[in-house]
């Protein structure tokens, strides 16, 4: 069930998950991004008009696409979906939240981004 509504909530967002490489699986993003030598890009998303809104608007820009697939490994968890990913880590009440994360120690590289904070602009920064 957990599966379905992230799909829907992707598919809703404009499927940006067919140009960005996203996992939905944590465990699984870390351990690709633990042999890749990358920081894990974890979007956690709920199931609202804010989670859509960031997907269409930021996660669907050519630029992002771009550093985010050569410069990360990313993984999409929904929030709903508390098994999928170490809550006790990454754990917010803002929707959606953006951790950018040391693959070797799982600690994050920067404060997280919430919500609108989570732009293109800010997003490539980063990078």
Request: proline share 4%; charged share 25%.
């Amino acid at each position: 069930m957990k599966k379905v509504a992230l799909f829907l909530l992707l598919l809703n967002g404009f499927i940006i998950a067919e140009n960005l490489h996203w996992f939905g699986d944590y465990n699984k993003a870390l351990a690709e991004a633990k042999v890749a030598k990358k920081p894990l890009l974890l979007l956690v998303v709920s199931r609202d008009k804010n989670s859509t809104t960031i997907l269409k608007t930021c996660f669907s820009k050519d630029s992002v696409i771009k550093e985010v697939n050569s410069k990360t490994v990313p993984v999409i968890v929904l929030f709903e979906g508390r098994n999928s990913y170490p809550i006790e880590m990454y754990y917010t009440t803002v929707f959606p939240t953006l951790f950018i994360v040391n693959s070797s120690d799982e600690t994050l590289r920067y404060k997280p981004l919430y919500g609108e904070e989570i732009r293109a602009k800010t997003l490539l920064k980063l990078f």
